[in-house]
């Protein structure tokens, strides 16, 4: 496959059924399949195609890492749009900024902050014709009373129009800007990084190469999803292997989540990984001398062993039983604060100190 829209069709024609990811209700974790994502996906590329959206016209999703944000990004894609994403914590200017720079012609917004912050810049949003809110509750007196404000529901009651669709995905550029992804503005306003379809397509290609992804592996995601990272290497990712993942409710849940969920795959910016060490260290502090004793024992061991291993040399058998045992009695207890079933942590976006790798390792 050559573009996202097609790697998104071929995945739920191979693993309609399977789940797709889910997402927590009344406390409990509910899942979708591929097919319900396709099914939502579809219904809002042909809103997108009713509305008379050409190839390659930009729509923007503001809001938090939801499954409502990934069905507009596929729905968008498979309706030959350019789609990117914009932070929700933007004040009203950034967000004007961004959606009048991109040309954005339809917004997918999470609720009343967000109408909110695009009331506050209406006049100068010229090329906007339509605002898509995911939470209406509190905003019903302003839906009512601005017609380009639409609830999502409306949209996933389109009837899904499938050959459109597939003209319309057959019609995209391989070659041609897939998704825009704003820098945060570190020297003046954001710049939008233009990702081609083919980039996109490599990035999976070598994400392959680079990680086997086995049956039962399984993520879970928090990030926001207008980051290049957990859009393309993990949302993409997940659509190109067939990986389940589950929404975690909210950043602070997320700890407490990753026990219930139990991740195979845990990705996450080296802030959650400071924080983690930080926390396992002053819990150490507060311990009696003696577990304290064990715990610098067994990282001492474990530090060693990590060397050696990275360095290609072999582990001499002495130190093979230290690590062991330093396993059963330290480092076991460690891996079950995420799950006990990780294989890999992936960190990037920033700098990590290398003793906090180390530490992982």
Known sequence: TETVGAMFLQRVARDG??????????????????????????????????????????????????????????????AGAVTLGAYPTLTPKQLAYILDHADAKVAFVEGIAEINKILARRDELTKLDKVVVWNTAGAETLMEAHDWLVPFEHVLRTPVDRAAIDARTAAVDPNGTAIIVYTSGTTGPPKGAMISQANIMTVMRDQDEAFGVEEEDVSISFLPMAHVAERVLAFYGRINTGMPTYFASSIA????????????????????????????????????????????????????????????????FGLKLKYRFADKLVFSKLRAVFGGRVRYFITGAAPIAPEILEFFW
């Open 17 to 78: 059924d399977k789940p797709a990811f889910f997402f927590k209700a009344d406390g409990e974790w509910q899942p979708v399949s591929w097919n319900g994502f396709s099914e939502r996906a579809g219904a809002v590329a042909s809103y997108l195609l009713g509305l008379g959206l050409q190839l390659g016209d930009k729509i923007c999703m503001v809001g938090s890492t939801t499954p409502a944000w990934c069905y507009c990004d596929i729905g968008g894609q498979l």
């Open 253 to 316: 849940k997320v700890l407490e989540e990753v026990a219930e969920v139990r991740p195979t795959v845990f990705g996450s910016v080296p802030r959650i990984f400071e924080k983690a060490y930080a926390k396992i260290l002053s819990t150490v502090e507060q311990a009696p001398p003696a577990r304290q004793r064990i715990f610098r024992w067994a990282e001492g061991v474990g530090r060693q062993a990590v060397q050696l291993w990275q360095a290609g040399k072999p582990i001499p």
